[in-house]
């Protein structure tokens, strides 16, 4: 089945210590998002690549790095992990070109720092 | 994008029709009703859409009202499965990207 897959599902590091999240699509979706989602908070939009193009939203850390090498995989890079950035981390998937406007979310990575 | 209002909780005995209520009150002419949902330790999962008509999917069903500033949701036999939140999400329906922005949403609890 075409899907959005996150690996690694659960990640762990330290404090301060550079991370990369890695989502990869079979859907051939041209726009990838990464959203965090804090404990019983809602998911927020930290930016999304249309193809190649990256759009940051105003709000995201500069801490906060994206990759996006082809159609199919996406990385989010976290450069100085701190406390607050413990969260769960979507990635999701959509195709506005072929009309569809859903998005396709991801299990998520679920980062815990210690 | 216009901003929603969710009741935060609401229970429904299994089998029964779930009705979940939404505010758009400061609803755009051509913005969208967007429903998703997350179960728990899951990723969002989308549900619905709709502009004025009243829409119907093999999951749900959409009804919105003819001012377009309030919205139901409706998953006409609830089982345990369906215990999640759901989000109603406006925003308009884009060639382009679409963001979603999220607000709290209502937490159902479907109970046996």
């Known amino acids: 089945d075409a899907m959005v897959i996150q690996n690694p599902r659960y990640q762990v590091t330290q404090f301060g210590k550079p991370v990369t999240l890695s989502c990869s699509q079979t859907?051939?979706?041209?726009?990838m998002y990464w959203y965090q989602q804090k404990s019983s908070q809602a998911p927020k939009l930290l930016f999304h690549?249309?193809?190649?193009?990256?759009?940051n939203e105003a709000d995201t850390p500069d801490n906060f790095q994206s990759r996006r090498p082809n159609t199919s995989f996406c990385f989010l890079d976290i450069r100085s992990p701190g406390l607050g950035d413990a969260a769960m981390y979507l990635c999701?998937?959509?195709?506005?070109?072929?009309?569809?406007?859903?998005?396709?979310f991801g299990p998520g990575t679920r980062l815990t720092v210690l | 994008d216009a901003k929603t209002t969710q009741p935060p909780s609401m229970d429904c005995a299994e089998g029964r029709a779930a009705n979940l209520p939404c505010n758009h009150s400061?609803?755009?002419?051509?913005?969208?009703v967007y429903w998703y949902r997350q179960i728990h330790s899951q990723g969002p999962q989308y549900i619905i859409h709709?502009?004025?008509n009243n829409e119907t999917n093999e999951m749900a069903s959409l009804i919105i009202t003819e001012d377009r500033k309030s919205s139901t949701l409706i998953l006409p036999h609830a089982t345990l499965r369906d215990t999640a939140v759901y989000y109603c999400?406006?925003?308009?329906?884009?060639?382009?990207?679409?963001?979603?922005?999220f607000g709290q949403g209502t937490t159902l609890q479907v109970k046996p």
């Open positions: 999701a998937t959509s195709n506005p070109l072929g009309g569809g406007d859903e998005q396709f």
């Open positions: 400061t609803i755009s002419g051509n913005e969208y």
């Open positions: 690549y249309y193809d190649k193009d990256f759009n």
């Open positions: 999400i406006v925003r308009v329906h884009s060639s382009n990207t679409g963001k979603l922005i």
């Open positions: 709709g502009l004025k």
């Open positions: 859907l051939n979706h041209n726009v």
